[in-house]
C-alpha cells in the first residue's frame, strides 16, 4: 500500500522563504568548502587534534580520492536535497525540525567519509543512523513510520554494535586505531583469529548499514521517510556508507579469501534479489528501494573483485547512481505531491499536466538504463569489463545480467509508464505541476548526468584518484572514460532486450510473483525480524518466571553456578601454566581454625530450627577470624569476631522474639538436592585451586620493601603495620572502627535491656515460658 505522506499546506504554519534560504546555504557553504580544498591541495589532506591520549584516540580525518568522491556526493546532492525539501514540506510545521534533522546528518556524513581513525569513524557512523531514524520516522503520529524508523534502528544499530567490536579487535591486533596506518599495514600481517573475527564482524556492520542480504529488508520499509529524506539517504549517501567503509578497508583485506568471497556472494545474490522483488512492488517508491538495495549489491560486488577496473567501476557507479537515483526519488515526492498517490496502477499519462517532472525523468531513466550519452552508460561500461575477468564467478556474471535488465525495466517504469502510458480508467486528472523547488533539483541532477555522459573527462580525474585509493601501490592512470563504440554496444542492446520485455509483462509477472508468494508463505527475512519481535515478549517472560522466581536459595545457587565456571573458565584456558606451590604442613592453629569452619558448614547443612542454625553458622564466622588471626592479620581478625557477634546476638534476640510469638520455631526449607551439592563443591573447589595456583606464584616483596624504606622517613614509626594501619591505610582503618563502632551502636540496645531491665523483660515473657513463681 502506498499513501500519500505530504501534508496539506498550511502557509502560515512552515518556514519563510529568508529562513530557508538560510538553511540551504549549509550544503551550499559546504560544497564550496569541499570544492575549495580540493582546487588548493594535492590529495590525501591530513589533520589530526588528540582526543583521549591515553587510549590512542585521535579526532584525525583524511581525505583522499575516495573521500573527496563521496564528499562531493554528499555536498551536491545535500544542496538539491535542501533546495526540493523547501517546496516539498512548504507549510509544513515541522520543516524546521526537517532542515535541522538533514544538516546534522550532512555533517555526520562528512565525519564518516573523512575520518581516520576507528573511533571517531564509529561515533559519526552511529550519528548517521540515530539521525536516519528521526528522519524516517519524520511523520510520528503515523505508526506505519514508527515501525519503519525502529526496524531501521534496530538493524543498522544492532550492526553498528558488531562494527564496534570489529574496531575494537582490529585496533588491538595492529596496536593502532589510525585507519590509513591499518590498512598500510594489513597486508603484511599474518591471520590470526582476532583479525578475522574483527573482519567478520566489519562485515556484519557494512551489510546491514548497506542493506545487503539477509538485512535487505530494511530499506523499502524506510520509504514511509518524507521524500527529501529518501533521496538524500536512501539513494545518494548513507547507505553507500557500508560501500565506503569496504572500499576504505578493500586494500588491506583484499587478498583475504574469505573478504573477497564474502562480498562477491553477498553482493551478488542481494544485486539479483534487490531487482527481482522490485517486480512485486506497486508503489513507485519502494520499486525505486529495491532497485537501489540491487545497486548496492553490485557495488558490494565490485569492491570485491580485484584489479583496477574494479575499483575504476566502483567509483563510477557511486556517481553515476547518485546523479539519476536522487531524481528519481525526487520524480516519485513529485508525482506523490500532485497526484495523492504512488501507486503506478493509478498513474498514467501524466506528461501533460507534469512536464518538467516527466522531462526529469526521462533523464534520469536514461541514463539509470544505460542509454549512450549518459554518465549510465559509462558506468555499465566500466562494470561490463570489471565483471568480464575470470575470476568472477558465473552467479555474478548472472546476477549482473539479471540487475541491468530490471534496472532498464525499473528505468522505463519510473520514466515511461507513468508519464507516457495511458493505463485506462485510472487517469489521474488532478495532477499539477509542482513550483520551481520540486522541479529544478531533478532536472539538474538529471541534467548533470548526461552531460558527464557527453562529456565524462570532467570527472575522469576525481574517479581516477577514487580508483588510486582503492588500489594504493599502483601508478595513478588515466581512466579512459570516453564513449566507445564496441562491444558495450552489444551488450546494451541485449540488456534493453531483456528489460523492455520485463517492462511490458511487468504486470503479468508481478501477478506471478504474487501468486508464488502466496503459496510459499512468509519466508523472507522481513518476516522473520517481525517473528524475532514477537518472540521477544515471549522469551522475555520465560526467562524472568525462570530467573526471577522469587525463592533466595534458587538466586544463590545460580549466582555461584555462573560464578563457578567463568572462574573455572579461566583456569582450564590458563590451565598450561599452572605452578603448583610446595606442601606445607599447617600449624595447629591454622588447622583447628580450618576444622571449626568446615564443622559449622557441615552442622548448617542439617539444622532445621533457625537459632541452630544460626549458631552453626557461625562457627564459620569466628573459624574465618582465628584463621585471619594466624594468618597475622588481627585488625581484621578483631573486626570479623566484633561482627559475627552483634550480628548472632542481634539475629539471635529477634528469633527469641519471634518464638516468644508462636513463629519461627522450624525452617521450611528443602533438603538440599544434588545440584546445590555439587555448585557448592564446586565453587569450593575452584576456589581453592585458585588459592593453590596464587600462592605458587612467586611473592613480590617491592611493596614491603616500600614501607619498610617509607615508614620512618614519611611517617615517623618504626611498627611498620601500625604505620600501615594509621598513615598509610588510614582510610581503611577507619573503615574498620566505623564498623565496630557501628555494631556496638546496634547491639547496645539490646545488651542494655536485657541487663538493665530484667523486671520488664520477664514481664513481656508469655506464663508458660517463666521458670518459677514470679518474685
Known amino acids: 500500500m502506498a499513501h500519500a505522506h505530504h501534508t496539506p499546506r498550511a502557509p502560515d504554519a512552515g518556514l519563510g522563504l529568508a529562513a530557508r534560504a538560510a538553511f540551504t546555504l549549509l550544503p551550499v557553504a559546504a560544497l564550496a568548502w569541499v570544492l575549495g580544498l580540493l582546487s588548493h591541495y594535492d590529495l590525501p589532506i591530513q589533520a589530526r587534534w588528540a582526543w583521549v591520549p591515553s587510549a590512542g584516540i585521535e579526532l584525525a580525518f583524511y581525505i583522499d580520492g575516495l573521500s573527496a568522491l563521496m564528499l562531493l556526493m554528499i555536498t551536491g546532492v545535500g544542496t538539491a536535497v535542501f533546495v526540493y525539501a523547501g517546496g516539498y514540506l512548504a507549510g509544513h510545521p515541522q520543516q524546521g525540525r526537517l532542515y535541522g534533522l538533514l544538516s546534522l546528518f550532512m555533517a555526520a556524513m562528512i565525519g564518516c567519509v573523512t575520518a581516520d581513525n576507528l573511533i571517531t569513524l564509529f561515533v559519526f557512523w552511529e550519528l548517521t543512523s540515530l539521525v536516519s531514524f528521526l528522519l524516517v520516522g519524520f511523520h510520528h503520529e503515523d505508526a506505519a513510520s514508527r515501525k519503519s524508523a525502529q526496524q531501521a534502528l534496530l538493524v543498522t544499530g544492532t550492526g553498528g554494535l558488531a562494527l564496534l567490536a570489529g574496531f575494537i579487535l582490529l585496533g588491538q591486533a595492529m596496536g593502532t586505531t589510525s585507519i590509513s596506518t591499518i590498512v598500510a599495514q594489513l597486508p603484511q600481517m599474518p591471520a590470526s583469529p582476532t583479525l578475522t573475527a574483527a573482519l567478520v564482524l566489519m562485515l556484519v556492520g557494512a551489510f546491514t548499514k548497506s542493506a545487503q542480504f539477509p538485512f535487505h529488508f530494511w530499506l523499502p520499509n524506510a520509504m514511509s521517510a518524507p521524500t527529501p529524506v529518501s533521496a538524500y539517504l536512501h539513494s545518494a549517501t548513507m547507505v553507500k556508507l557500508g560501500v565506503y567503509l569496504l572500499a576504505r578497508f578493500d586494500p588491506g583485506f583484499g587478498e583475504w579469501a574469505l573478504w573477497e568471497w564474502a562480498l562477491k556472494a553477498a553482493g551478488s545474490l542481494t544485486a539479483a534479489w534487490g531487482m527481482v522483488l522490485a517486480l512485486r ?3 513507485l517508491k519502494r520499486i525505486l528501494a529495491w ?43 513529485n508525482i506523490d505531491h500532485g497526484t495523492g498517490t504512488r501507486v503506478i496502477d493509478r498513474l498514467g499519462n501524466l506528461r501533460h499536466a507534469m512536464p518538467w517532472t516527466a522531462a526529469a525523468a526521462l533523464l534520469a531513466g536514461a541514463s539509470m538504463a544505460g542509454m549512450p550519452m549518459s554518465f549510465g552508460y559509462i558506468a ?18 548472472a546476477a549482473n545480467t539479471v540487475f541491468g535488465a530490471i534496472a532498464v525495466a525499473v528505468a522505463a517504469v519510473a520514466a515511461i509508464r507513468v508519464f507516457w502510458r495511458h493505463p ?9 505541476e509542482g513550483g520551481w523547488a520540486l522541479v529544478l533539483p531533478p532536472l539538474a541532477l538529471a541534467g548533470l548526468g548526461i552531460v558527464l555522459g557527453v562529456f565524462p573527462y570532467v570527472v575522469q580525474d576525481l574517479i581516477a584518484e ?4 582503492m588500489t594504493p601501490g599502483t601508478e595513478a592512470v588515466v581512466v579512459a572514460l570516453a564513449l566507445e563504440i564496441g562491444p558495450s554496444l552489444l551488450s546494451l542492446a541485449v540488456t534493453l532486450a531483456v528489460g523492455l520485455t520485463v517492462f511490458f509483462f511487468w504486470d503479468p509477472l508481478h501477478r506471478l510473483f504474487e501468486r508464488v508468494a502466496v503459496r510459499v508463505g512468509p519466508i523472507g527475512m522481513a518476516s522473520q525480524y517481525e517473528r524475532g519481535l514477537r518472540a521477544i515478549p515471549t522469551v522475555a517472560a520465560a526467562a524472568t518466571r525462570w530467573l526471577q522466581h522469587g525463592r533466595l536459595p534458587g538466586y544463590g545457587v545460580a549466582m555461584l553456578a555462573v560464578l563457578t ?9 590458563g590451565g598450561a601454566a599452572w605452578v603448583w606451590p610446595d606442601w606445607t604442613p599447617p600449624g595447629w592453629g591454622f588447622g583447628g581454625a580450618c576444622a571449626l569452619i568446615a564443622l559449622g558448614a557441615v552442622l548448617a547443612l542439617f539444622q532445621h530450627d533457625r537459632l541452630v542454625l544460626l549458631l552453626a553458622a557461625g562457627l564459620v564466622g569466628f573459624g574465618s577470624g582465628v584463621v585471619f588471626l594466624f594468618a597475622g592479620a588481627p585488625d581484621v581478625a578483631f573486626t570479623q569476631f566484633v561482627v559475627e557477634s552483634v550480628f548472632v546476638i542481634v539475629v539471635a534476640s529477634v528469633l527469641m522474639k519471634l518464638r516468644r510469638r508462636g513463629l519461627g520455631h522450624g525452617l521450611d526449607a528443602p533438603q538440599p538436592t544434588a545440584l546445590r551439592a555439587a555448585v557448592a563443591v564446586g565453587f569450593g573447589a575452584v576456589v581453592a585451586l585458585w588459592l593453590l595456583v596464587s600462592v605458587a606464584v612467586p611473592f613480590d616483596a617491592s611493596l614491603s620493601q616500600f614501607f619498610a624504606q617509607r615508614s620512618v622517613p614519611d611517617a615517623q614509626g618504626r611498627n611498620v603495620v601500625n604505620v600501615i594501619l594509621v598513615d598509610f591505610r588510614a582510610l581503611d ?11 556496638l551502636l546496634a547491639a547496645w540496645p539490646l545488651l542494655r535491656a536485657i541487663g538493665g531491665q530484667p523486671g520488664a523483660m520477664r514481664q513481656q515473657m508469655p506464663q508458660g515460658t517463666r521458670g518459677g513463681a514470679a518474685p
Request: net charge negative; proline share 2%; aromatic share 6%.
Open 281 to 283: 512492488e506497486r508503489d
Open 291 to 333: 532497485s537501489t538495495v540491487a545497486t548496492l549489491g553490485t557495488l558490494v560486488t565490485l569492491v570485491g573483485l580485484r584489479g583496477e577496473g574494479a575499483t575504476v567501476a566502483v567509483g563510477a557507479l557511486l556517481l553515476a547512481h547518485a546523479l539519476y537515483k536522487a531524481p528519481l526519488f525526487f520524480v516519485a515526492g
Open 380 to 397: 555499465k561500461d566500466v562494470i561490463l569489463a570489471a565483471k568480464g575477468g575470470d575470476e568472477v564467478f558465473a552467479f555474478a556474471r
Open 424 to 432: 485506462g480508467s485510472n487517469e489521474t486528472p488532478e495532477a499539477h
Open 466 to 469: 577514487a580508483s588510486v585509493a
Open 565 to 573: 565456571t567463568a572462574l573455572g573458565t579461566v583456569l582450564l584456558v
Open 733 to 743: 582503618t577507619l573503615g574498620e572502627i566505623t564498623v565496630v563502632m557501628l555494631s
